[in-house]
C-alpha cells in the first residue's frame, strides 16, 4: 500500500474570537489607561495602550502554533507605563497590584547581559481586580492584559533598536556589534545619572504615597510624622548603642508582611491612628526625654491600634 504523504497542519484562520470582541479589548485598554492615570499620583511620561492589529494576531498564531488562541495569547491588549526615572518602576509597581490581578511578572531589568538596555522592561500579565463589578466592567473581568514598565529611555532605545532590525546576538552584523553595545552601555548609565540627579533634586521632599516601602521610605515618612523624636537613647556605659536602621527594618518587613506594600497606605494608618497612640504614650510614658517612645515605638503602637493584622504579629512575636 503507497504511504500517504505527511501533511503539514494548516495555520490557524479562525479569527472570530478577535473579531467578536475587538470592542470588548479597545474598552479594556481605556479602562486600563484610566485605572492607571487616576492611581498615578508622580509624574511619567506617558501611558499608552494598543489592542494588538489582527495581521499581527493571525501571525503570532501561526508561528506559535496555539489551540486555543482566544485563552493563550495574553498580548491582544497592551498597556505601556513610560517613567522618567529607574525608582519609578517599582513606584509603579506599588500601583499596579493592588489596582489589577497580577497573573504573571517578569522583571527584565534585572538581565545581566551588557547588550540588553534597549529590550529591559518590566512585564505583567494581568485581568481586572475581581473586586470591580458593575455593568461597567461586564465582560472585561477576565480578559487579559499585557502591562510593560520601562524608563523613557528604555523606550527610547527599544524604539530606535527596533527599526534597526536587531533582533539578538546573531542579528545585528558583527563588525557594528561593538558599537551597539557601547551605545546601549551609554544609555543605560544615563538612565543611572538621571536617577541620582533626580534623587538629590528631591533632596528631603518628603515621599510620595505611590512609592514604595522600604527602609528609606519609612524613615523620611516616620521623620515626617514624628518630628524631633529620637530613634534612640544613649545607653548606660558598657551597654552596646541600639542599631537604629535594624529596628525600621524589622518594622518594614513587619509591614510587608501584614500587606503594606506603599508609603500612601502606611501614612493612611498612622495619621489616622497616631493620635490616639500619642494619648496613650501620656498614661504610659517611654523611656525617652519627657516620657515619649522611639519613633518606631510609637509607628508600631498605633498601627496596633487600628490594623488587626499588625496587632496580631505583634502580639505573636511578643509572647511566642
Known amino acids: 500500500m503507497e504511504k500517504q504523504p505527511v501533511r503539514k497542519k ?11 470582541n475587538i470592542g470588548l479589548y479597545n474598552r479594556l ?12 499620583d508622580f509624574p511619567v511620561h506617558s501611558v499608552v495602550g494598543r489592542v494588538k492589529e489582527r495581521k499581527s494576531v493571525f501571525g503570532k498564531i501561526t508561528r506559535k502554533s496555539y489551540a486555543s488562541p482566544g485563552q493563550e495569547i ?6 505601556r507605563v513610560i517613567c522618567l526615572y529607574r525608582a519609578d518602576l517599582a513606584k509603579v509597581d506599588g500601583l499596579i497590584r493592588p489596582l489589577f490581578d497580577v497573573l504573571t511578572y517578569e522583571d527584565k531589568t534585572a538581565s545581566e547581559d551588557d547588550d540588553r538596555f534597549g529590550y529591559t522592561s518590566v512585564h505583567y500579565v494581568c485581568t481586572l481586580s475581581k473586586t470591580d463589578s458593575g455593568s461597567r466592567y461586564n465582560r472585561l473581568c477576565g480578559l487579559k492584559f499585557e502591562l510593560q514598565v520601562r524608563t523613557i529611555l528604555m523606550d527610547a532605545w527599544a524604539n530606535v533598536s527596533h527599526h534597526l532590525a536587531y533582533k539578538g546576538e546573531h542579528g545585528f552584523p558583527a ?4 558599537g551597539f553595545n557601547a551605545l546601549a552601555a551609554t544609555l543605560y548609565l544615563a538612565d543611572e545619572q538621571f536617577q541620582k540627579l533626580a534623587t538629590a533634586a528631591a533632596g528631603s521632599q518628603p515621599p510620595r504615597s505611590g512609592y514604595p516601602l522600604d527602609l528609606d521610605t519609612t524613615t523620611e515618612l516616620l521623620e515626617e510624622l514624628l518630628p524631633g523624636r529620637v530613634d534612640y537613647i544613649e545607653p548606660p556605659k558598657g551597654v552596646p548603642p541600639v542599631n537604629v536602621q535594624l529596628g525600621t527594618s524589622i518594622l518594614v518587613a513587619e509591614l510587608i508582611e501584614v500587606g503594606y506594600r506603599t508609603v500612601g497606605q502606611l501614612r493612611a494608618d498612622l495619621e489616622t ?10 498614661d504610659n510614658p517611654g523611656p525617652g526625654e519627657g516620657g515619649k517612645y522611639f519613633r518606631v515605638g510609637i509607628a508600631r503602637r498605633a498601627l496596633s491600634f487600628g490594623n488587626d493584622k499588625f496587632r496580631s504579629l505583634i502580639y505573636e512575636k511578643t509572647y511566642d
Open 10 to 20: 494548516a495555520p490557524y484562520s479562525d479569527l472570530s474570537f478577535y473579531d467578536d
Open 29 to 40: 485598554k481605556d479602562e486600563v489607561i484610566f485605572t492607571l492615570e487616576d492611581a498615578l
Open 74 to 79: 495574553e498580548d491582544i491588549v497592551g498597556v
Open 175 to 178: 563588525d557594528k556589534k561593538k
Open 273 to 282: 491612628y497616631l493620635p490616639a497612640a500619642l494619648h496613650w504614650e501620656k
